[in-house]
């Protein structure tokens, strides 16, 4: 699909996901004709001369970036999203318990949700533990997905556990601190409420994808899969978390100096994001251990549509695996 877009007289920088928004704007002076996939998501926007973001006025597609009011967006003649991405107006079918709890660790209240599919609620079955929590139960709607694939079959039932967080980047990125909280406090919490089967499951997006799986890696004892939608593994501890373009890919030097895990892993990236090498190098190192790792690339950047599109994928990658028996090669506790 060819692109020849033409900047607004106000505009001086044009931004999208091929410059990796703010890594590399774009002088409008130097835009040109370019090509994407056919099957593409692209969104972009441009800067003006006070530098604020703003979307193209000659693009009447409806904004569909919950984080940025600015991104237009355009869709190749290819592009189908994925059927249980477009669920809108369905109510989550089961119940949602809403759980606070107050953390000796990190010294302060902390509120959760779990959804457990209609009538199972008191059921011992697989728990999906999601960062990002607030996004993923209201943008990704992973309630209603469960509900729409168990009608058809597509997968059994889970409880999912929806965590967001307050500081976003200071808890996720590389934090023993909120990394206990998860593990000693949280999860034998929610586990006295909604009994789990002994199959656990990590799941994460961008920052959330990261911690998933330090998460996952630092307790193989409880977790058996793990789910990363654009896993920000460039990052590493010593880099500057205001430039996300200069890690050094931490966790892959974990991962390639340490034993192997009994983990099954499930990547996606965006083919315009700057971090498809990180978790191409990632899914590598995996395979060299021996440990089971699919990687899906999706045309599309670092935003909600692409991951919505994951959802189905990644609940089938966890629960249509006919080896995953409950009780069985992992523990029932959630204590370590």
Known sequence: MRIDLQAPTWATHFLSDRTDWNKAPLPVAEMAPFDLPDDVYFEYAYIDDQGRKRPDPENFNPILNPWWTFASNLMGPAYRPDSMA???????????????????????????????????AQVALPH????????????????????????????????????????????????????????DELMPMVESRVPCDGRRAAWGASLGGLFSAQLAWESPDRFQKVVCQSGTFLFSEDMDL??????????????????????????????????LASNRNLQAALKIKGMKAVLRERNAGHNWINWRNGMASGLEFILQDPDWVAGENHGTSPHR
């Open 86 to 120: 477009r669920l809108s107006g369905m109510a989550p079918a089961g119940q949602v318990l809403r759980l606070s709890l107050d953390s000796e660790i990190l010294q302060e209240n902390r509120r959760f949700l779990v959804y457990s599919p209609a009538g199972m």
């Open 128 to 183: 999906i533990l999601f960062q990002d929590g607030k996004a993923y139960f209201g943008w990704g709607r992973v309630p209603q997905v469960l509900d729409r694939m168990m009608v058809s079959k597509r997968v059994g039932p889970a409880h999912l556990i929806f965590v967001p967080p307050k500081q976003r980047t200071e808890e996720y990125a590389f934090n023993p601190l909120y990394l206990r909280f998860v593990l």
């Open 242 to 275: 205001k430039n996300p373009f200069a890690g050094n890919e931490s966790f892959l030097r974990r991962v390639q100096s340490e034993k192997i895990k009994e983990l099954s892993w499930y990547l996606e990236c965006g083919t315009l994001e700057w971090l």
